[in-house]
């Protein structure tokens, strides 16, 4: 790889290795994230996603092969990544006991940033959070409580964020919102590493899908290469039935307002006869 294409990698892992005791976990992983991209690890449960995480985030030590963020190495350049990077787990790492905005304001003033209050409110607008910012996050619903942790990872503009199945147990609005968050970042150019076991997400948000199997990736591709690896599809015509996401979503709206409008030819509600008692 010449020195201009590896400036352009956001992430760059070659032959990583990891074993617990006898269970070998990641057996030569090699993976590239260009960087302004969304790169989806999709992966069973237990198949080192999270491990692969870890050791990126310089959580967690590789026993083989080499990983960099940023340009730097995560072993010998450990606060430089710590730096250039921003990881939202599998559970928002929130302070209930905190309101939104004072969850926001700690981050800042944690990473030493100017005016916390505005980024605070900048960062409430943007993730639709506002009306609850003076609310205790005990009270948040859980997708509230993953928008703002997604917000308190933004704090400091990092160049990369990496985001460890951030919409496990949320509901479908929830889940939309989520996605509309990362599109929205993908869109200003932030590199995102996403692990998820939802396939319609990585669909939807990833510019590229890498596949982890038995501690290897075995394919790495854009979602059109990858159903270029199956056989020619064939045509059929069939009558497409409304899935229940479609149905909730109907009902209740993507922003849980309700709108049962959506849904044509419901009985109408019957009124009791005024004069029968």
């Known amino acids: 790889m010449s020195a201009t294409e590896s400036s352009s990698l956001a992430i760059q892992v070659k032959g990583l290795q990891k074993s617990f005791e006898e269970l070998e976990v990641l057996r030569g992983v090699d993976l590239d994230v260009a960087a302004g991209s969304v790169l989806a690890l999709l992966g069973a449960n237990g198949s080192g996603k999270t491990t692969i995480v870890r050791i990126l985030c310089t959580l967690l030590k590789a026993d083989g092969g080499t990983a960099r963020v940023n340009?730097?190495?995560?072993v010998t350049e450990s606060v430089k990544v710590r730096e250039s990077i921003s990881l939202t787990g599998q559970f928002a790492a929130v302070d209930e006991i905190l309101t939104g905005r004072e969850n926001l304001v700690l981050v800042a003033r944690l990473r030493?940033?100017?005016?916390?209050?505005r980024i605070a409110e900048d960062l409430l607008e943007r993730f639709a959070l506002a009306d609850a910012a003076d609310r205790r996050v005990a009270t948040y619903s859980g997708g509230m409580r993953r928008r703002l942790d997604i917000a308190m990872s933004l704090i400091g503009d990092p160049p990369?964020?990496?985001?460890?199945?951030?919409?496990?147990?949320?509901?479908?609005?929830?889940r939309i919102k989520v996605w509309e968050a990362i599109e929205e970042l993908a869109g200003q150019g932030t590199t995102v590493l996403l692990t998820t076991q939802y396939l319609e997400e990585a669909e939807r948000l990833a510019d590229r899908i890498a596949i982890l199997h038995q501690?290897?990736?075995?394919?790495?591709?854009?979602l059109a290469e990858l159903k270029a690896l199956l056989p020619p599809a064939e045509v059929e015509y069939v009558e497409k039935q409304p899935t229940l996401e479609d149905v909730f979503l109907a009902i209740v709206g993507d922003d849980g307002a309700g709108r049962p409008t959506a849904l044509t030819g419901a009985p109408a509600a019957s009124t009791p006869d005024a004069g029968i008692n």
């Open 71 to 74: 340009g730097f190495d995560v």
């Open 112 to 117: 030493h940033l100017s005016s916390p209050g």
């Open 160 to 174: 990369v964020i990496v985001l460890d199945e951030p919409t496990t147990g949320l509901d479908p609005q929830a």
């Open 215 to 222: 501690g290897r990736i075995i394919v790495n591709g854009t």
